[in-house]
């Protein structure tokens, strides 16, 4: 079973709480998104690799770490999923970014890609896919899937406000997937949207509603 992390510091759920709100502007939607996007970039890069290396500093010649090991992608699922990819890449700046853009036959339920373009070597890279919202699970599942199909190992899926019924499908079809929220919810409702949640995240960020 993969990992489920909510990463709560207090700055996080500050600003979480001025997202939520109804009042807030898609202004301050948009920008308050990546400043949590880079939060949480901060503790979903935590287990990266370093490795020893010796330099000379003004005083005396030492050891330092430095990172090494897997270069990043950075794969938002399309199109909310767009407003968190500024704010992971200002803590990761020589991160790749790919785009998957899915959606389910409404009457086969079969997904299909509509948009996908990854880096070449996706098959190397760490992999964090981005959307604000893990709702039912569905299109997280089915990027995730594209992503294997295409040869990505390594893969973690980072979320705002995760449903626990999201959660746990994730969990079911991606035991090798570690998921991080800022938010577990308590539900979804019979719209599909999570309660208390903070409605839809593409028309807040892109102010179309
Ligand atoms: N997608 C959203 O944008 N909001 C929800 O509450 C659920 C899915």
């Known amino acids: 079973m993969s990992k489920f992390t909510v ?7 500050h600003k979480l709480r001025i997202l939520r709100d109804k009042n807030t502007s898609t202004k301050d939607f948009r920008e ?35 990172l090494t090991g897997k270069k990043v992608a950075v794969v938002p699922i399309l ?36 948009f996908i373009k990854l880096p070449e070597d996706i098959e190397k890279r760490e992999v964090i896919v981005v959307d604000p919202m893990l ?3 569905g299109s997280a599942k089915d990027a995730i899937a ?16 995760a449903a626990p019924e999201g959660v746990k499908a994730v969990q079911a079809a991606d035991p090798d997937v570690d998921i991080f929220a800022a938010a577990l ?11 208390p949640g903070l409605g839809d995240a593409g028309d807040r960020l892109f102010g179309t509603k």
């Open 135 to 137: 709702a039912t699970g």
């Open 185 to 195: 919810d308590d539900h979804l409702n019979d719209k599909g949207y999570i309660v």
């Open 146 to 161: 594209a992503l294997k199909k295409r040869g990505a190992r390594y893969i973690k899926l980072m979320v705002l406000v």
């Open 32 to 66: 308050l998104v990546n400043e949590i996007a880079t939060l949480m970039a901060y503790e979903v890069s935590r287990d990266m690799q370093l490795e020893d290396v010796e330099i000379d500093t003004p005083v005396a010649h030492t050891t330092v770490k430095q």
């Open 79 to 114: 199109r909310a999923g767009l407003g968190m990819v500024d704010g992971v890449v200002k803590l990761i700046p020589a991160a790749r970014i790919g785009h998957i853009g899915m959606y389910r036959d409404e009457k086969t339920l079969e997904p299909h890609e509509y």
């Open 7 to 13: 990463i709560d510091h207090p700055l996080i759920q």
